[in-house]
C-alpha cells in the first residue's frame, strides 16, 4: 500500500517526515546495509530508545528527518536529514542522507534527495545546503554534482568515524544555483505538497 503524507513526489518516489511507526522499517534496512553503510557512518545505535532520540531532536526547528519512499508502494528506500538549520541572514542548513544495500544504484537517492533540496528552499525558505563528503566516497560525491552541488572547499579532521577524524570535502548548493540544475528546477518533476507538517 501506498504510504501518505508525502511532503512532495518526483517520477518514482516521494518524500515525507520520517514517523515512530518507521523504526522496524529503518533497523531491517541499516542491518541488511550494515557493510555498507558502516565505513561512512561508523558504528550507530539502532535501539527503539535512539529511534526515539532521533525523532525528539527533528521536533526541533533546527533539524527536518525525511525518508525517501518508493511512490507507488511506500517502501523506504533511503533517508535525508537537514541539520544545524540557521535563520535570520542565513537561512543554511547541513545535509545528512543514507542510502540502502537492497535498492542502491537505481537512481532513487538522486530524485528524493532532489526532492529534499526543493522541500528546503520552496518549503522551508531556506537558501543554502551544504554537505560534507568523504573525499573517498565517490558515490556521494557523484550524487551531489548530479543535482547541482558545487565544491566549496576540503575540511581536515572533519568528523570522528569509527574512532578517527575524517576529512571532509565541503559541497554546497543554493536556492539561486537550483535553477542550472535539472533535479531543482520546479518544472523538472510532477509534485504534490500536502498541508503542515503532520505530528509524528
Known sequence: MASTGYRLLG???GVRHVRREDHAEIAALVQASADMLQR????R??????FERQLARFE???????????????EIVGGVN?????????????LGY??????????YMTEGLGLVVRIAFDQLALHRLEANIQ???TASLKLVRRLGFQREGYSAEF???????????????????????????RDAAPTHRTGPRARR
Open 159 to 185: 568528523q570522528l568515524i569509527n574512532g578517527e577524524w575524517r576529512d571532509h570535502e565541503r559541497w554546497a548548493i543554493t536556492a539561486t544555483g537550483t535553477r542550472a540544475c535539472p533535479m531543482g528546477r
Open 98 to 107: 543514507t542510502a540502502y544495500a537492497s535498492t542502491t544504484g537505481r537512481g
Open 11 to 13: 517520477p518514482r518516489t
Open 40 to 43: 561512512w557512518l561508523g558504528a
Open 135 to 137: 573525499p573517498d566516497n
Open 60 to 74: 526541533q526547528p533546527t533539524h527536518e528527518g525525511f525518508v525517501v519512499c518508493l511512490r507507488d508502494t511506500g
Open 82 to 94: 537537514i541539520n544545524n538549520i540557521v535563520r535570520g541572514s542565513l537561512r543554511s542548513g547541513t
Open 45 to 50: 545505535d539502532h535501539t527503539v530508545a535512539a
